[in-house]
């Protein structure tokens, strides 16, 4: 008989099952085992704490047959490969041999998780904070990539992916399984197996673009604060707040500032200021009443020969020639 559970009731269970089979520590004290429940199958999880807000399990289990309810909820960034065993959740995702998974933080939408029990379940996962994600994958100024911003989601929905197994993730699943350290070279190996592992995996999405594209769309919610800084930035042109002063002004962080600019308008928030900014210094410049230096400042700039070049940069013309009445190539 299936069993249908909400993941609370999956909790309690393990809970209670605890009170006569508590987790042990492994002999080196780098892993904690638990043990599956009976009334949920049958096999073990291996939990490794590889620093701190930095998770691997090792899951060896035969699962009854069993669906969980998952509600919406607020999800670290995850990696998960298996070598056998299925985790359906129909539309929304299915982990098996075959497929790979990368869940990026943010809110997750409530789904079923189904897991049948004719498959044995043998593989990895991995669970890291989204400040940890960022701090390990930022660049030389402290920044994510473009490209793996969209696993930084905040309070947005989650982007999600499933990129195919491959034999080169296979073995760094199997080399973190039969792991033959004890300790801290436990610790290490382990350590490095799972960055070997998002590797694999982060360069099988990136392949199929130089972004990763976000399967899903912003909140509502989210938009309109996107709307609300755009509209903040056009009402001060000539002294805008730094992005991290408008993302706290908005109440939304600076990835999802910089993320939902490019979702909603196409760029970046410094290349809309700068858009308004010469299209507002086009308007002046066409009226007989100001100095190039003066429309310069008003918009912002308080170098006249970076005006001039980000005005021909974005007309195709010199401030000057926009005076004499040019046409915009």
């Known amino acids: 008989m299936s069993l249908d559970l909400t993941i609370q009731e999956a909790e ?17 004290h780098v892993e904690t085992i638990c043990t599956v429940p009976p009334k949920l199958g049958s096999g073990y999880e291996r939990a490794i704490e590889l620093c701190p807000g930095f998770y691997l399990s ?29 985790l359906d959740s ?11 998974y990368v869940g990026g933080s943010g809110m997750q939408p409530s789904h079923l998780v189904y897991i049948p ?3 044995r379940q043998v593989g990895v996962e991995i669970h890291m904070t989204p400040a940890l994600f960022q701090q390990f994958f930022a660049n030389a100024q402290g920044e994510l990539p473009v490209s793996l911003q969209p696993l930084i989601q905040e309070n947005d929905w989650q982007c999600r992916f499933s990129p195919q197994m491959t034999g080169a993730m296979r073995t760094v699943v199997q080399q973190m399984i039969d792991c033959p350290f004890l300790g801290a070279a436990k610790q290490a ?7 070997e592992l998002i590797a694999l995996q982060l360069d099988s999405l990136l392949k199929r673009g130089s972004t990763i594209t976000a399967a899903t769309s912003l909140k509502s919610e989210t938009v309109a604060r996107i709307h609300y800084a755009a509209e903040i930035l056009r009402s001060h042109l000539e002294n805008p707040p730094s992005q991290t002063k408008l993302a706290q002004r908005v109440g939304i962080g600076h990835n999802t500032l910089n993320r939902g600019f490019r979702a909603v308008f196409g760029m970046t928030p410094f290349a809309y200021l700068t858009r308004h900014r010469m299209e507002q210094a086009e308007q002046l410049l066409r009226q007989p009443v100001c100095t190039v230096a003066e429309v310069a400042n008003r918009v912002g700039y308080a170098n006249p020969a970076q005006f001039a070049a980000a005005f021909k940069r974005q007309f195709g013309m010199t401030p000057s020639e926009c005076m004499r009445g040019s046409i915009r190539s």
Do not use: M, W
């Not at 309690?12 to 520590?25: G, K, L, N, R, S």
């Not at 289990?61 to 669906?67: C, E, G, H, I, R």
């Not at 129909?90 to 790979?100: E, H, K, M, V």
């Open 12 to 28: 309690e269970i393990y809970a209670e099952a605890e009170q006569y089979c508590p987790p042990v520590t492994s002999i080196d």
């Open 58 to 86: 090792i899951v060896d289990t035969v699962p009854n047959d069993l669906t969980l309810r998952i509600p919406e909820n607020n999800h670290s960034v995850q990696f998960a490969a298996y070598l056998s065993g299925v």
């Open 90 to 100: 129909g539309d929304y995702l299915q982990i098996n041999s075959q497929r790979a």
């Open 117 to 119: 029990r004719s498959h």
């Open 189 to 195: 190996y382990l350590q490095g197996k799972v960055f």
